[in-house]
């Protein structure tokens, strides 16, 4: 890496400078995991830490990418930078919401402290979630003051996200019926705010109420978690969820240690390391490893003594 040479700074020293064009490549260059990710990603970790990650999470056509669009301008003016990861993995071939997205978040594109951008696929290896966090850190490293995630609430996406999220939003939509109970399930266990959206139409405020009503069976939260009413559309509610998130990433600061946050996507990241030595033992036709197997099969060796073989084994053979 050539980081000390003025006349071409490197990729990563130009991020860090604040070029945008560079944070658009690094992105890229991390989202298609190409060998120079990995340099990129070393430079940029010292300069984690001071950007405060949102992440709003809810069913599909809850409103998100409207109320997203709509924060980011209450955050502009604030005189707050922002970066947007609109994480959607329902389309990864058409990217038609994608393109919804783009259309939806057009204001801002003049806008040079505002920085948007969709994943829709990630390799093989690592996933979306983990190509997130990585972006999200690009973007934080970049200096954006904000980072928003936005992402489709289907189980295990909002949970991981919430790993990597500072303040944590769950929008809901009118109306919900079913989908309570999947807010009930859990999501409502990672939410620091709760945002019922299209406040104007007529199932809101029972929503609103349905919500509250299951938040007071939880027993009595140091902080409680508000439940508040916005419309993306008339923009109305808009400062008050700006207000709530500033308080929540202030408190949250107060409590974490931010170069301890600044390893946020180190559990993913062990996460993605464990699937691919994953992939390697169910890639195996080894005999030694089939044997191993069959010997669970006849009892003869316990679980996790065979992992150990396993693991063992696939050692033996990748380094042969
Ligand atoms: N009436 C009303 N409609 C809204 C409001 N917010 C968003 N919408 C509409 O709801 C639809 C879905 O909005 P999106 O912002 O795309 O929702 P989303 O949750 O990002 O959708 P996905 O990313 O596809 O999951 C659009 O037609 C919006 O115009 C609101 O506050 N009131
Ligand atoms: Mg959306």
Redesign the pocket.
């Known amino acids: 890496m050539n980081v000390s040479n003025p006349e071409k700074p490197n990729l990563a020293t130009r991020l860090i400078n604040g070029e945008v064009a560079a944070l658009a490549r690094a992105i890229s260059v991390v989202e298609r995991d190409t060998p120079n990710a990995i340099n990129v990603l070393r430079a940029i970790r010292p300069h984690l830490g001071h950007a405060v990650v949102v992440g709003f999470t ?10 997203v669009n709509a924060v980011v301008a209450e955050l502009r003016t604030r005189d707050k930078t922002v970066g947007v990861v ?1 994480v ?1 993995p329902s389309s990864p071939i058409t990217g038609g ?1 994608v393109l ?2 783009r259309i ?1 978040m057009a204001e801002h594109t003049m806008d040079a402290g505002v920085f948007i951008r969709s994943l829709a696929s990630r390799g093989a290896l690592g996933g979306l979630s983990a190509a997130a966090a990585q972006v999200a850190d690009l973007m934080d490293a970049a200096g954006r003051d904000v980072v928003i995630l ?1 992402t ?1 609430g289907a189980g295990q996406s909002e949970v991981e996200m919430a790993r990597i999220a500072d303040v944590r939003i769950v ?1 809901a939509a009118p109306g919900l019926g079913d989908d309570i109970q999947a807010i009930k399930a859990g999501i409502l266990e990672i939410a620091d705010i709760l945002v019922v ?5 007529p199932l809101a405020s029972q929503t609103k109420r349905q919500l509250e009503a299951m938040l007071s069976l939880r027993a009595p939260a140091e902080h409680p978690v508000p439940v508040l009413s ?5 923009r109305t509610g808009i400062t008050d969820l700006a207000d709530s998130i500033e308080t929540v990433a202030a408190r949250n600061e107060r409590r974490d240690d931010r170069s301890a946050l600044a390893g946020r996507s180190r559990h993913l990241l062990a996460q993605a390391v464990a699937k691919a030595a994953e992939s390697y033992v169910l890639e195996s036709r080894s005999q030694a490893v089939e044997a191993i197997i069959l010997s669970v099969q006849e009892a003869q060796i316990g679980l996790s003594d065979a992992a150990k073989q396993v693991l063992n084994t696939i050692h033996k053979e990748l380094d042969d």
């Open positions: 809810g069913p599909p056509g809850a409103g998100k990418s409207t109320l609109a959607d919401a919804g997205d939806r936005e489709v929008i959206n299209k406040a104007d139409q916005t419309d993306a559309i008339a």
